[in-house]
């Protein structure tokens, strides 16, 4: 079983992010969990989310403190949160900066290969007009897990297709934007 | 892809409150009466959602407060429909006097209920403090693990609830589950319909050409007998559980009783909890079982009627257990689930009890990790062996005291 | 509660059992003309059948419905005489009669 955690600010999505992603694993024959850890509930907090994914059912019910994979929507977080947190070892953090792994790396002090980024902010507003890097962040998180994208993109936007159906217009830009940072995140060579 | 177990099954990934409205979509209830509360809110906003859309032919009613909500069931379930509703914590506070009226004209409304601590301080997290409160008004309690038994025990609730003639809660731990996405197999929508089958009350106020008065004064005279049938409906509501879970286990292949046994085969010590907790333990009572330590767990499903004669022929051959209460009675005795199960064991067991032990967790959803269980199950292991003794009050686990 | 439970009841013979009863205390419609309520009255409304123009005022007013109507070809109902299971003999009736010489007046009853 491995989990992942996903570090944001109230707003930018971080939530739905991890549900999608939950939904975006399922047709792989995996079991997933994904649930959100909720503070006060306001604009710019840093708030948490979480998945488990596992080959056999999930009965555990409690927080999620051991993580493989940390994906930071928020640069900003890393001066306040402790992102790197029950990191396992060789465990993989993907950032939304515009810093190079090895500066974030040197930051978090930690080993630069374990350090992917993504401009996931400047994807988003490029392509949904809003600063909401979620699925940016998405897109990034199946590169680097090295899953199968196009299964999960024809998958991610039936799943979009229903829950957007009162919003239909919002949903060829999320595709851009997983499409755009699977292509897009870098790692330290 | 997992395999559904039934053969028309659709697996997907819901969260716990997801999954109670799409139960409530198939379901299909005449009537729905809401008012929003975190963590429950979703359920109906979904529902609404389905009934705006013309999915479903329901009709929703967007009341003023929680204690309209029950009282437009209440109105609804008596002119005959099919009714639901939906609450948590100080909704449910809010629904009180007239969640014994619904019990009392015996009216099958089925609500499902997200457990929230109850304020104050104010906390919007799970714990099942909002429930216990409940839990001599006269409903029906189902309790769920996870999404999975959420939606399985919201089907099961309605022809549970009709049969009886008595109002059924179906519940989840707030946040725990009802915000957390798992793997759910769902039903087809006809499949659902055919098993919670039509309507048909036994009586209904809109039936003009049979008319009568529900809801008279009965006095000194009559309110006893009144009350003493209500009792004896949910004394025999067990048979009607076991009937449903076991039509349900044959049509979707999915078995529910009173409660789950886990690994209680040569079980010497056990824990009694209720809800998602049961998922964490299981993990707990696996690595224990391979150290060899024999450890078992009884998860209760159903806690109104509560299944005393059986788990107390369950619990007879353990050691030591402990029985976790989500919930405080602020007694001066011990937790709710402690008492039943300690009245069970003293009535059913001829005085040969186990050693018991009470313990409080999660009030206004602190965490409960393996951890927490394990050392529970590490001072059961030394009761077992007369090493240590039952404090006979209630512990706390996870509090800095 | 039936109609006939409700005489049983109401006749003071040995109270109902729970098995007996229907769930949730409901009455049926009607059951109320088994439960004689005039039988402590102080004061008997007395009908005067030729003075009467059978306007029903009475009727409209009674508290305990206690005005006994039959249908009729012209006038729909007309009034038939006073259900004495009933009427507490509150005289609302004889004050509401507008008959300047009042077909129902109210005289001291008998004991």
């Not at chain 2, 099961?156 to 793997?183: N, W, Y």
């Not at chain 2, 967790?361 to 529970?376: D, F, K, N, Q, S």
């Not at chain 3, 509150?90 to 009853?109: H, L, R, S, T």
């Amino acid at each position: 079983m491995i989990e992942i955690r996903w570090h944001g600010r109230g707003g930018q999505g971080a939530k739905t992010a991890a549900l999608l992603f939950a939904e975006s694993v399922l047709p792989t024959g995996k079991h997933v969990q994904a649930f959100p850890e909720y503070g006060p509930e306001r604009m710019g907090a840093p708030v948490q989310s979480f998945n488990r994914i596992s080959d056999k059912p999930i009965t555990l019910h409690s927080a999620a403190t051991s993580p493989t994979y940390v994906v930071i929507l928020d640069p900003s977080l890393m001066n306040c949160v402790n992102v790197t947190a029950g990191l396992v070892k060789g465990g993989k953090i993907i950032v939304n900066s515009t810093f190079s792994p090895k500066e974030i790396a040197a930051r978090l002090g930690i080993n630069p290969k374990q350090v992917y980024v993504v401009d996931a902010s400047h994807i988003a507003l490029n392509t949904i007009k809003l600063n909401k890097p979620n699925t940016p962040m998405l897109g990034a998180l199946i590169k680097v897990m090295d899953l199968d994208i196009k299964s999960i993109l024809k998958d991610t936007k039936e799943k979009l297709t229903e829950k957007f159906r009162h919003k239909p217009q919002v949903i060829e830009g999320n595709m851009a934007c997983i499409k755009r940072a699977y292509d897009e995140v870098v790692t330290h060579n | 892809m997992i395999k559904p177990i039934y053969s028309k099954g659709k697996i997907v990934a819901k969260t716990g409150n997801e999954a109670m409205a799409e139960a409530m979509r198939q379901i299909e209830p005449d009537v729905v009466a809401a008012y929003p509360i975190t963590p429950a809110t979703e359920i109906v906003q979904i529902f609404s959602q389905f009934v705006s859309d013309g999915i479903v032919k329901s009709e929703y009613v967007a009341v003023e407060s929680e204690h309209s909500a029950m009282s437009a069931a209440i109105g609804a379930s008596a002119a005959g429909a099919r009714a639901m509703t939906g609450t948590a914590a100080q909704g449910l506070a809010l629904m009180w006097e007239m969640l014994y009226i619904a019990s009392g004209l015996r009216l099958p409304i089925v609500m499902a209920e997200v457990n929230r601590a109850l304020s104050a301080p104010i906390n919007i997290h799970g714990d099942q403090s909002d429930t216990m409160g409940a839990r001599d008004s006269g409903w029906i309690q189902i309790y769920s693990e996870n999404s999975q038994e959420a939606y399985d025990n919201m089907i099961q609730a309605v022809r549970i609830a009709e049969k009886c003639m008595l109002p059924a809660m179906v519940t989840t731990d707030g946040f725990i589950i009802s915000h957390c996405m798992e793997v759910v197999e769902t039903y087809p929508d006809k499949d659902v319909k055919k098993f919670v089958g039509q309507y048909k009350p036994q009586r209904a106020l809109l039936n003009t050409k049979k008319p009568y008065t529900l809801g008279s004064i009965e006095l000194q005279d009559y309110y006893f007998e009144h009350r003493w049938q209500l009792a004896e409906a949910m004394n025999k509501a067990q048979d009607v559980v076991l009937d449903v879970a076991k039509d349900f286990a044959k049509t979707f292949g999915r078995k529910y009783g009173m409660y789950e046994k886990y690994k209680m085969d040569g079980a010497e010590i056990a824990i009694v909890v209720i809800g998602s907790t049961a998922g964490t333990a299981k993990v707990v009572i696996d690595e224990l079982r391979k150290k060899g330590i024999k450890a078992g767990m009884i998860k209760i499903r159903v806690f109104r009627p509560f299944p005393a004669a059986m788990i107390a022929k369950d619990l007879a051959k353990v050691k030591a257990v402990a029985i976790m209460d989500r919930a405080d009675s602020c007694a001066g005795t011990f937790a709710p689930l402690y008492t039943d199960v300690a009245a069970a064991l003293f009535a059913h067991n001829e005085g040969k009890m186990p050693k018991m032990e009470n313990y409080v967790y999660g009030l206004g959803g602190r965490e409960i990790a393996p951890e927490h269980i394990t050392a529970v199950y590490d001072k059961l292991a030394k009761i077992a062996k007369g090493k240590a003794k039952p404090s006979n009050k209630v512990e706390y686990i996870n509090l800095r005291k | 509660m039936n109609r006939a439970q409700i005489k049983k009841a109401a006749s003071c013979q040995a109270p109902l059992r729970a098995s007996e009863i229907a769930p949730a205390g409901l009455v049926e419609a009607g059951t109320s003309v088994e439960f004689n309520t005039g039988d402590w009255r102080a004061n008997r409304p007395k009908w005067f059948k030729e003075k009467c123009i059978h306007c029903l005022l009475c009727w409209i007013a009674c508290p305990d419905s206690s005005i006994l109507l039959k249908a009729d070809k012209v006038k729909t109902s007309v009034m038939t005489g006073i259900d004495y299971g009933h009427c507490k003999g509150c005289g609302i009736c004889a004050k509401e009669c507008p008959v300047k010489d009042k077909a129902i007046i109210m005289e001291e009853e008998k004991k």
